[in-house]
Every structure is written in structure tokens, then in C-alpha cells.
């Protein structure tokens, strides 16, 4: 095996699917940290080190992958790539933004396809060949 990714950041309000979704990323050994940002508002405070995520100037390592939930309280999966779209390019990290839903709405996916910062668009829960099969696409040389 190569090297693993360095950190993924779950932007996501539900307990269980971050959980289930943790779990699956340690259980494949893709990744040597997994962060986790409850909604589109901290995880921007962590992307630029700003709110609670302030600590002097030093960088919070940036993710190589960011799995972004559609639905959530205080700032969505939509108002974050909004703002994301503005940030200087390196605080976005390596730029591979997956974004996960629930929802059964042809329209999300259409939307998703038209914003440049999106990735992919899969279904939640993140199962391990779903994780496998993104990092052999987008990270062919880690592993």
C-alpha cells in the first residue's frame, strides 16, 4: 500500500451517518484522520482556521477529501459550496468534494453536476467500495 490520504472531512448534522461513515473510512484504512464538521459554518471555521477552530495562524491539516451532506441545519450542503467556491485555493485542500444525500431528488443531482466544485454525488451511507472506488479515481497514486 501507498501512502493514505491525510485527513477527510464529514460535513454532516446526523450522529449515526457520521458515525457509520467514520467507521467505514478507518475500517478501510484510506485515511490517517477523519474530521468532522456538524454543519457548512464550522466546517468553513475549520477549512480557514476561524471561529472555534482558531489557533494563531497554524494550519489545521487540509482535507484531501470532503464528503458534504445536502441537508443540514445553520448552513447547508448548498450555501457551503457557495462560500467554499470563494475561498482562496489553499484552504480548499486537495479539492475532491463528494457530496452525499438521501434523498431520492433527480434535481439535487442535476444541480451537483453543474457546480464545478462537486466531485461526485452519492448516496449515504458511504460503504467501503463506495470509498475505495473514489479514492482509486481521484487519488490514483496513493494507493
Wanted: hydrophobic share 40%; glycine share 4%.
Amino acid at each position: 500500500m501507498k501512502q493514505k490520504l491525510k485527513t477527510i472531512l464529514l460535513i454532516d448534522d446526523d450522529e449515526a451517518t457520521n458515525f457509520l461513515n467514520e467507521m467505514n473510512i478507518q475500517n478501510t484504512e484510506i485515511a490517517e484522520q477523519v474530521v468532522i464538521a456538524w454543519n457548512g459554518k464550522e466546517a468553513l471555521e475549520y477549512l480557514t482556521n476561524t471561529g472555534m477552530y482558531a489557533n494563531n495562524g497554524s494550519n489545521f491539516p487540509q482535507p484531501d477529501l470532503i464528503f458534504l451532506d445536502i441537508n443540514m441545519p445553520v448552513m447547508d450542503g448548498w450555501e457551503f459550496i457557495k462560500a467554499y467556491h470563494a475561498l482562496d485555493e489553499n484552504q480548499k485542500g486537495k479539492k475532491v468534494v463528494v457530496m452525499l444525500t438521501t434523498s431520492i431528488n433527480e434535481d439535487d443531482r442535476i444541480k451537483a453536476a453543474t457546480i464545478s466544485e462537486i466531485t461526485n454525488f452519492k448516496s449515504k451511507p458511504l460503504l467501503p467500495d463506495d470509498l475505495m472506488e473514489l479514492v482509486e479515481a481521484y487519488f490514483p497514486d496513493y494507493f
